[in-house]
């Protein structure tokens, strides 16, 4: 069964570095999203993305964030300049239209 | 505004006894909703969904879920739990009015359950 992939499992940064957060969507859908969960709370929506462009975007995906689709496979997250606040599980989801596909995530723990 | 709300931050039942997590959810216009399960260290995997239609939908591992328009409820259940089902399970919606395929999901804070041989 297809599933969503994504890399590291983990990630350690320090405070003001630059992170590329990776994922491998299903290989026939289309539309993509990256969501957060900061330990003990809710999931959060970060931002959706499709054709080659975000299509929403939530209050916390601020300019020091971004998404691109380099090539036809993978989808990543930037976060340009690390924040301790940005510590959190990373959730990299995608979609052929109805139900959303989640991938495994990626721990960012900011030092 | 979107929102979800599950009531019970943990749910305990005994093996082969019936469970049931409660959601309720707000949304402007229709909701499409959504329960994902959530095991250790592992990512969110979608359970089911309810679009349109019948208001009992079956999903993965003998899972159902009643829409309860009047009362705004999606209710996860199972007629006979397993402690395999020990798991967080989280309840999502998304507004169909929001525009297209590409809403965002509202999550709830999620529910523990935990099956007691």
């Known amino acids: 069964e297809p599933e969503v992939t994504q890399t590291p499992s983990h990630q350690v940064t320090q405070m003001g570095q630059e992170v590329i957060l990776r994922c491998v969507p299903i290989s026939n859908h289309l539309y993509f999203y990256w969501y957060r969960q900061i330990l003990g709370q809710k999931v959060e929506f970060l931002v959706s993305?499709?054709?080659?462009?975000?299509?929403?975007k939530s209050e916390i995906f601020d300019d020091q964030f971004s998404v691109e689709r380099p090539d036809g496979s993978n989808f990543t997250l930037k976060i340009r300049s690390t924040k301790l606040e940005d510590s959190a599980m990373y959730f990299c989801a995608s979609s052929e239209g109805q139900a959303q596909y989640f991938g495994p995530g990626t721990r960012l723990t900011v030092t | 505004a979107q929102s979800v709300a599950q009531p019970e931050d943990q749910v305990n039942v005994a093996e082969g006894n019936p469970l049931t997590v409660k959601c309720t959810y707000s949304v402007s216009g229709n909701p499409y909703l959504f329960w994902y399960v959530q095991y250790p260290n592992r990512g969110l995997q979608f359970l089911l969904k309810?679009?349109?239609?019948?208001?009992l939908v079956k999903g993965s591992y003998g899972f159902e879920a009643e829409f309860n328009k009047s009362q705004t409820s999606f209710h996860l259940k199972k007629p006979s739990a397993l402690v395999s089902d020990s798991a967080l399970y989280f309840c999502a919606v998304r507004d169909e009015n929001r525009g297209s395929t590409l809403g965002r999901l509202y999550f709830g804070r999620g529910t523990q359950l935990t099956v007691w041989p």
């Open positions: 309810y679009i349109t239609g019948d208001n």
């Open positions: 993305f499709y054709n080659n462009e975000i299509s929403e």
